[in-house]
Nanobody, 118 residues
């Protein structure tokens, strides 16, 4: 079954850290992946891109994430990670991982809630 399953969200205080994980099904992870990454969506806001990594290993970050967030993957575990440090209340959102293949198809996870208290 094609799926992405996120975990690792939760409640943390300002300045704290969380590590999000996204386990990708084998059928997606091994089929001509172009890139993968994370978006987030806060209540009343549009979904915004946070970070991404191409299959070749090039990483990019939104300005809001630079210096605080780190994306990487474990190919052996079919897992994409997002380490989030120095969290602030503005980081509170539902975080979604995605995988995009070379055919232009994008697969999304169900999301994991991150809440940063002030």
């Amino acid at each position: 079954q094609d799926q992405l399953v996120e975990s690792g969200g939760g409640l943390v205080q300002t300045g704290g850290s969380l590590r999000l994980s996204c386990v990708v099904s084998e059928s997606i992870f091994r089929l001509h992946v172009a890139g993968m990454g994370w978006h987030r969506q806060a209540p009343g806001s549009e979904r915004e891109w946070v970070a991404s990594e191409t299959w070749g290993g090039t990483k990019r970050y939104a300005d809001s994430a630079k210096g605080r967030f780190t994306i990487w993957r474990d190919n052996a575990e079919n897992t994409v990670y997002l380490q989030m440090d120095k969290l602030i209340p503005e980081d509170s959102a539902v975080y979604y991982c995605y995988v995009r293949n070379t055919y232009g198809q994008t697969y999304w996870g169900q999301g994991t809630q991150v809440t940063v208290s002030s």
